[in-house]
């Protein structure tokens, strides 16, 4: 399989002008993978260790070895003597209207697959269950969430993380001022620079961002969990065989300890580009997880 970039950054708007439209018809991708002999994985610039960009149009990470994989088992599924594999980039604000329009074809990002985004788009077996925390340097002193009263706090823009900071009981009544960043390196980049006093985002795009900063040592996680959340590969909606096939293809990979592997080489052992380890186990609700495949909303892991 080849690797080329997708779509410039014009093509890129103009389908996002036309998701409406787009979406009109159930999308048939197989189909579409198998006359043009391509498909599209969305892809995150730095979304952790589960999808980033390495310069000049490569793109790695847990969730993009994945689809990899599963790309591998479809073009055999469709007698591909070669299939081209383009990258798009995508952001918090764009990758579901990307994903049902059509543009693209996997998003193997770090998206939480909610009730709400389940109207518009589906998602592939969750294989990572993520803890969404709070970051800050040592020296501010921050060590709960109901210090960050009159604080700069940094999110991602688009993203709902500054939001389950002001649900959580521990930050009843604490005003804070919100800070933006374009993506997740942007928004690290503001704690970094002591722009903000701390940021918010998953549990692995804080560890991952910390293990590869000038330095480590300085910065520290809260204790408090913000939210637990299935993150999960996402896929256009009311496709059925196309679902069916990452489906079956990703259970053949939990089936087999594939993605056991490749958790551990993403988030046990270094990783490029500076071969540092992001050192995070798998917890045990992402072990059950990879037993007992489900493509369950976060709401019903809220229940329990």
């Not at 790695?60 to 599963?70: E, L, P, Y």
């Not at 520290?220 to 293809?249: H, R, T, W």
């Not at 046990?268 to 369950?296: C, F, H, Q, Y």
Request: charged share 25%.
């Amino acid at each position: 399989m080849t690797k080329t970039i997708a779509y410039t950054a014009i093509a890129a708007v103009l389908t996002l002008a036309g998701a409406t439209t787009a979406t009109a018809q159930p999308l048939d991708t197989l189909k579409k993978i198998k006359e043009t002999a391509a498909v599209t994985m969305g892809v995150r610039e730095a979304s952790g260790a589960m999808s980033y960009s390495l310069g000049a149009g490569e793109y790695t990470g847990f969730h993009v070895d994945i689809c990899k994989r599963v790309i591998a088992d479809i073009q055999k599924q469709l007698g591909l003597a070669k299939l081209d594999v383009r990258y798009q980039s995508v952001t918090a604000q764009n990758r579901i209207p990307l994903v049902q329009n059509g543009t693209v074809d996997l998003e193997c990002g770090t998206t939480t697959n909610n009730a709400a985004r389940q109207k518009d788009v589906a998602f592939a077996p969750t294989l990572y269950i993520e803890e969404v925390r709070v970051a800050t340097k040592t020296k501010t002193g921050i060590t709960s969430l109901s210090h960050l009263a009159d604080k700069k706090v940094s999110a991602t823009s688009g993203a709902t993380a500054v939001q389950l900071i002001r649900k959580h009981e521990r930050a009843a009544g604490v005003d804070f001022k919100e800070v933006y960043g374009k993506d997740n390196s942007d928004g690290f980049l503001l704690l970094e620079n002591d722009r903000a006093d701390a940021f918010v985002a998953d549990g692995q795009i804080l560890a991952t961002m910390i293990s590869q900063s000038k330095q480590p040592q300085s910065y520290v996680v809260l204790k408090e969990i913000l939210s637990v959340e299935p993150i999960a590969i996402m896929l256009p909606k009311d496709d059925a065989p196309f679902k069916q096939a990452v489906d079956a293809s990703i259970a053949k990979m939990a089936k087999d300890g594939e993605v056991a592997r490749l958790y551990d080489k993403w988030f046990i052992r270094p990783i490029p580009p500076n071969n540092v380890r992001v050192g995070m186990p798998a917890s045990e609700l992402t072990k059950a997880a990879w037993v007992s495949l489900s493509d369950k909303p976060l709401e019903d892991y809220a229940k329990k």
